[in-house]
């Protein structure tokens, strides 16, 4: 009895549509906590920064490169980790990776050195994030068509939630037991992400039963004398030989004996298929959106990163500076589910809207460098914090919609877009501290920030016209004046030989009557 509950809980779910609910708000909730265990403890990590830097005597920027590793990890191993999940499918590899980040976390709790940290939370731990995170926002995405947008902005503000609930809590266990025994108790809370995985039911959508497609009516004839010759054809071929008729009721599509096989083919991978489909990337609307990912994480960093020591630096106190933090993480969960809900309308060019929000929060980002006073700095935190919300709650989930790639390549899509994103996250803020470094101004950081948005702006306004072809006219007109000659071409071939026996020995109409 145990093993038939193990098998029909492992057993994918056959839907004859896109569910949008069911076991899909299973996953909404398990994706929250994916959320809160992965880039929730990534945003909390600075509550070790002090006493990382006492333990080891580094500086801050070296103490900062654990988490730089990090980040890079999780997004350059994209494309491993959805070339595993095609492979073995989402749950198994969300499994490994809660496993690999807990056992990140505390291995690094008894570090000696900075470097054992690089290895420990940048490798190991970065890795697990990557196998938890994107196998679940991608099957998340599967489960819900209409509801997608609201339902991946809601279940996305893990990370905020988290970073209320872990940076307390944390620094209120350390003043207990000491940082090691609290980053000790922070890696066993990890492996909650395990169970998290263990949730994630594999999905498939197949046809609806016994409504097999119709063929149209000038096809009919054709389709019925090619049937009775197949028919005829294989039963004098295999008489006797145990061989079933390929034309049998139950091979049919949408006969019930051949679903769940058929399920189970689709929830494995289809054998022969690829792992990971490159042809994304001949799409130019997918290349000028992952130009625009590339480009829009550049202003990911900034605000969190400089934000309190901007504060500082225009002589607020340590508290009213951390405060502005604080704003800002509340009006991101506002921004993703205000998202959400906007999305989640239709009929909208969801694609505008995020464009509408990334030219936002260009200009808040802009705003930030002439900011004064704690109300200032209070107003561009709120509104930026707003925008971040919006565009980091959706611009993954929008690869499944049709203006990009589609629900049926967004496993392959999202890999390789995760991918190219890993380059603005190791370059972008050594990029900013750059500019602090040279200026001595915080206020510096925000413009590389401000202009990667901009640039990346241009890129997502490119993304519909490229889709629909519209960058591509003078190919459409080579292809205009080829017609004739190819229509040439094909009245050359003999008629004979593009008809048919029936259509030889059928009788014609008579004229002025039409066939039936």
Partial sequence: MSHKRL???????????????????????????????TYGIIKSFGVFFNDLMDSFDESNSRISWVISICVFVLTFTAPLSTVLSSRFGHRPVVMLGGLLVSAGMVTAAFSQKVHHMYIAIGVVSGLGFCFSFLPTVTILSQYFDKRRSVVTAVASTGECFA???FAPAITALKEMVGWRHSMLFVGLLQL???????????????????????????????????????????SIDSIDSGVELTTSPKNAPGHPAAVEPAAELQARGRPGAPLLDFSVLTERGFV?????GLFVTLGFFAPSLYIIPLGLSLGLDRDRAALLLCAMAVAEVFGRIGAGLVLNREPIRKVYIELVCVVLLALALFAFTFAEGFW????????????????????????AEDDVVGIQKMSSAAGVYVFFQSISGLAGPPLAGLLVDQSRMYSRAFYSC????????????????????????????EGKAEGPRGKKALQDI???????????????????????
């Fill in 376 to 399: 200032g700095l209070m107003a561009c935190s709120i509104f930026s914090g707003a925008m971040i919300g919006t565009v980091a709650g959706t611009h993954i989930p929008l690869l």
């Fill in 163 to 165: 970073m209320f609930a």
């Fill in 450 to 477: 401000a202009a990667g948005m901009l640039v990346a702006a241009v890129c997502l306004a490119l993304v519909r016209p490229c889709k629909r072809g519209l960058c591509c006219r003078p190919r459409a007109r």
């Fill in 7 to 37: 098998q029909l809980c492992c057993r994918a779910n056959v839907y004859t549509q896109v569910p949008d609910g069911g076991w899909g708000w299973v996953v909404a909730v398990s994706f929250f906590f994916v959320e809160v265990f």
């Fill in 494 to 516: 003999p008629e004979d030989f593009l008809e048919m026996d029936l259509g030889k020995t059928e009788p014609r109409a008579p004229a002025g009557t039409e066939p039936v």
């Fill in 192 to 234: 909650n992400l395990v169970v998290c995985g263990a949730l994630l039911r594999p999905i498939v959508v197949v046809g609806t039963l016994g409504t097999p497609e119709t063929p149209a009516p000038e096809h009919r004839q054709e389709a019925q004398y090619m049937l009775e010759n197949e028919k005829t054809r294989t």
């Fill in 288 to 292: 000028c959106y992952t130009l625009f």
